[in-house]
């Protein structure tokens, strides 16, 4: 079965993009909120390989109306769909959480690997691996509080010594087969060594460039496969512009994994 790894590959070689659009619009009507999602994913498409969702879209336009709409657009144009869900709960509810994301459209989604393995992100996987879908897994976050618990560093079980957590979760990702981690552009040197330990097995997807400070060149440079990028498009003048501009600039020097 093609997997969500190559799918992606696939999707992003064939329009020639890295970019992941986080689409995180905000709006107090429904109607407006998903007229805008529609106007800003058609206008962005050709620019994007992947569009990412996040809870704040989905609470307003419920995912059995405009949300599975908006996912049936993006595959229309040919763009993979992620659910930024954190998934961070015991097997039972992180299985039923995730088959409600995937029956509704969604080709992936993104967990916490603090919640472990067994019993928790276990069946959640399997049940993936069964649809083809893909789970990616958060390996450093790109706010500053992140080095209070990705940053930290903890006793290996395994060795006894002590080794940074980030490090403790790009190798699960490897042992547990995701399809990709998040590592946060606002610190290169974690995108470095992350890289460094995936070896390209992994895909990773990068988001924290332009308003959080990062930046997409160096990130990709650093080992970013793919940029997750959401106010530097939505909230700018001319979003197809923008997502055009940045574009250039993270895919003037970038091999997908
Ligand atoms: P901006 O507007 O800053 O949005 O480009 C970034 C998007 O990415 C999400 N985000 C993260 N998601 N791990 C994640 O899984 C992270 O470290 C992380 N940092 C930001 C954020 O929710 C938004 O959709």
């Not at 995180?24 to 990412?52: F, G, H, M, W």
């Not at 992140?146 to 010594?161: L, N, P, W």
């Not at 890289?195 to 390209?200: A, E, M």
């Not at 959080?212 to 080992?223: D, H, N, T, W």
Request: glycine fraction near 8%; charge should be neutral.
């Amino acid at each position: 079965m093609f997997s969500f790894k190559d799918a992606m590959r696939s999707a992003s070689e064939s329009k020639g993009t890295n970019l992941v659009l986080a689409l995180d619009l905000v709006d107090q009507n429904p109607r407006s909120l998903a007229a805008r999602s529609i106007r800003i994913t058609e206008d962005v498409a050709p620019y994007i390989c992947a569009l990412k969702l996040n809870r704040p879209l989905i609470l307003k336009l419920c995912l059995e109306e405009g949300i599975k709409d908006l996912l049936k657009l993006a595959h229309e144009h040919e763009l993979m769909t992620i659910m930024d869900a954190k998934l961070n709960d015991v097997a039972h509810t992180n299985l039923a959480t995730a088959t409600q994301y995937f029956e509704a459209g969604f080709d992936a989604l993104i967990a916490s690997p603090f919640v472990g393995w067994e019993g928790g992100l276990d069946s959640t996987f399997k049940e993936a691996s069964r649809r083809g879908k893909g789970m990616i897994l958060l390996v450093y976050m790109s706010h500053k509080g992140a080095a209070e618990g990705y940053g930290q560093d903890v006793v290996d079980a395994r060795t006894g010594h002590s080794r940074p957590q980030f490090v403790l979760f790009a190798e699960k990702a490897m042992t547990w087969g995701a399809d990709g981690v998040v590592v946060g552009a606002t610190q290169v040197d974690k995108l470095s060594a992350v890289r460094g330990i995936l070896q390209g097995k992994v895909p990773i997807y990068s988001p924290g460039v332009l308003v959080q400070g990062g930046s997409p060149k160096e990130a990709v440079k650093a080992g970013a496969d793919y940029l997750i990028v959401g106010r530097a498009i939505y909230n700018s003048e001319n979003p197809k512009k923008s997502a055009r501009s940045i574009r250039d600039e993270a895919t003037s020097n970038h091999e997908p994994t």
